[in-house]
T-cell receptor, first 116, second 108 residues
Framework: NAGVMQNPRHLVRRRGQEARLRCSPM?????VYWYRQLPEEGLKFMVY????????ESGMPKERFSAEFPKEGPSILRIQQVVRGDSAAYFC??????????????FGEGSRLTVL | AQRVTQPEKLLSVFKGAPVELKCNYS??????LFWYVQYSRQRLQLLLR??SRESIKGFTADLNKGETSFHLKKPFAQEEDSAMYYC??????????FGEGTQLTVNP
């Protein structure tokens, strides 16, 4: 099992461009979580998705950010019209179980977004 | 609102010394708490969960509801324990709220 795969590992965008970050969960995992880590800060929850459904998006900024986890293919975190404040490391985690009460999330290596 | 606090950003101990990484939480529901660890150049991974009452790599953590704490302890630190440690709280069963992390360095 290859583990959670995120790509690209590094992405550079200019202000106003779009950023797309991809996450392939571990085999057999149908629950995906996205977290953001700003410089010098901890991990902040963004969104929890199951296949084709958004379960909890309470951590997503109201504008410019969206996430999906289609029936086929990876989960995508999309940031439109990026601004410098979006520069951060974005982590994806997957789980074979619904919810987080087991605490067992498997993390990817992260995608580092830099906005010029 | 739920919150996890790790008061120490950096903690340095000598090999063989006891180590305690502090974690306090605030949450109105029934808390489910975890410790995650990230070794150098590795992914963040689950270390232990309070519900299991387990000892992993010599580490234990006890949930103290009266003090709203979940401190991570090890009686004799090893150099390979050097890593970033995050305390995490399951909120509404749908997300983990993480503390800001403590960088532990175990000196030879």
């Amino acid at each position: 099992n290859a583990g959670v795969m995120q790509n690209p590992r590094h992405l550079v965008r200019r202000r106003g461009q779009e950023a797309r970050l991809r996450c392939s969960p571990m085999k057999g995992h149908s629950h995906v979580y996205w977290y953001r880590q700003l410089p010098e800060e901890g991990l902040k929850f963004m969104v929890y998705l199951q296949k084709e459904n958004i379960i909890d998006e309470s951590g997503m900024p109201k504008e410019r950010f969206s996430a999906e986890f289609p029936k086929e293919g990876p989960s995508i975190l999309r940031i439109q019209q990026v601004v410098r404040g979006d520069s951060a490391a974005y982590f994806c985690a997957s789980s074979p179980f619904p919810g987080t009460n087991t605490g067992e999330l498997f993390f990817g290596e992260g995608s580092r977004l830099t906005v010029l | 609102a739920q919150r996890v606090t790790q008061p120490e950003k950096l903690l340095s101990v000598f090999k063989g010394a006891p180590v305690e990484l502090k974690c306090n939480y605030s949450y109105s529901g029934s808390p489910e708490l975890f410790w995650y660890v990230q070794y150098s150049r590795q992914r963040l991974q689950l270390l232990l969960r309070h519900i299991s009452r387990e000892s992993i790599k010599g580490f234990t953590a006890d949930l103290n509801k009266g003090e709203t704490s979940f401190h991570l302890k090890k009686p004799f630190a090893q150099e390979e324990d050097s890593a970033m440690y995050y305390c995490a709280l399951s909120v509404s069963g749908s997300r983990l709220t993480f503390g800001e992390g403590t960088q532990l360095t175990v000196n030879p």
